[in-house]
């Protein structure tokens, strides 16, 4: 039962983040979206984090990333960057959805 | 798929209500099909037609209603948050003794209800919140 | 009201009344109930304050609502997890909390808590296991 964890508020913000990386499986996929984009920054703490949730598939919500003017290079490797077709498609793709408010 | 959406924040205040509509084009997009999309908290207020923004930027209820118009999608607005947040249908004015209504094309004003079954029917249900 | 059964979480993690979430999130719950789907709550993070002991909210001028957890178990809401963490690291207790309860009426009605305090891995698996998951 792999399941789509979403973190949509920036990482210096808010818990959140750190909330869904403590509960999130090996095996789920986190997509991060909105201000939750920062974390897949390069150099950042929470890129960190990122790195060290062993077995889980991050994402990142294109649109917001350019929107916030952070170049695909600025990204963190093993990330996936999807639009927002991508998005729908992790929802469908995996067996639930829980979003991290 | 048969997707459901709940927005739980209103328009412009937090990029929610955006992500949503953005969801929901592209889940329609692509031939999914969108059981309901439920308005609560601050969300509700995505349903009033009074909203005046700047010309130059998106109208968010107009899009939802003309994405509304365009797929038949089934709009609905929480009436007890509704209620708590002053968005009104014609029946529920007159019910309140309120001088005017203020829902937007293509919504409607339902209970909570219409969340948990839009939660049994559809396969995926997505909250957009804060 | 229907023949499928999903099993529905409700995540709560955030305090009570500096925000409207909280008390919104119970009136779902509470409509939630008539449709006899397999319900759980979750109290995560500042979450755990929403069943805090003692609220008295009158010096605010808003309506202390937490009574309404101890209805809960009136509409069968019996699975309410709550987790050990997030006490702990809000310097928490279970004596903290509200005592929540149900009637089991497979049990001759005997009275049994509907709290169940959980580990962050027990958590995560009945997380993973739930069909629709609200958050609020």
């Known amino acids: ?101 | 798929m048969k997707l459901a959406v709940m927005v739980n924040e209103g328009p412009y205040q937090h990029q929610s209500a955006d992500s949503a509509y953005q969801f929901t084009k592209a889940a329609l997009d692509n031939g999914h099909e969108i059981s309901r999309v439920f308005f609560y908290h601050d969300g509700v207020n995505n349903g009033t037609r009074y909203g005046v923004p700047p010309q130059d930027d998106r109208n968010i209820t107009q899009l939802w209603s003309e994405l509304s118009k365009q797929h038949n999608l089934d709009l609905v607005v929480c009436v007890a948050a509704a209620q708590r947040r002053g968005i009104l249908d014609a029946d529920e004015a007159k019910r309140h003794g309120k001088s005017g209504d203020n829902i937007a094309d293509g919504f409607r004003i339902s209970g909570l209800g219409q969340l948990i079954e839009a939660g049994i029917q559809a396969d995926r249900l997505v909250v957009f919140g804060d | 009201m229907s023949e499928t059964i999903k099993k529905f979480l409700y995540v709560n993690r955030k305090a009570p009344y500096g925000s409207i979430y909280a008390l919104e999130s119970l009136e779902v719950v509470l409509i939630g109930a008539a449709f006899d789907q397999d319900v759980s709550l979750a109290f995560v993070d500042d979450g755990v304050f929403q069943i805090a002991k003692g609220q008295k909210t009158n010096e605010i001028g808003m309506k202390n609502f937490s009574p309404t957890y101890s209805a809960l178990g009136d509409y069968e809401v019996t699975k309410i997890y709550v987790e050990k963490e997030s006490l702990e690291e809000r310097g928490l207790t279970p004596d903290n909390l509200l005592h929540l309860t149900y009637e089991d009426e497979d049990d001759d009605y005997a009275e049994k808590d509907s709290i169940r305090f959980v580990s962050r891995a027990e958590l995560s698996e009945i997380m993973d296991q739930q069909d629709v998951i609200l958050s609020f």
């Not at chain 1, 990482?11 to 509960?23: A, I, K, M």
């Not at chain 1, 999130?24 to 984009?37: N, P, Q, R, W, Y």
């Open chain 1, 1 to 101: 039962m792999a399941m789509l964890h979403t973190v949509n508020k920036s990482p210096s913000e808010r818990n959140t983040l750190d909330s869904c990386l403590n509960h999130a499986k090996s095996g789920s996929s986190v997509l991060l979206f909105e201000d939750g984009i920062y974390a897949v920054v390069k150099g950042s703490a929470a890129a960190g984090r990122l790195k060290e949730a062993a077995g889980v598939s991050v994402y990142a919500l294109g649109p917001d990333l350019k929107a916030r003017g952070i170049d695909e290079d600025q990204v963190i490797d093993g990330v996936t960057v999807v639009d927002y077709a991508g998005f729908v498609d992790l929802v469908t793709r995996h067996e639930n959805v829980q979003s991290w408010l």
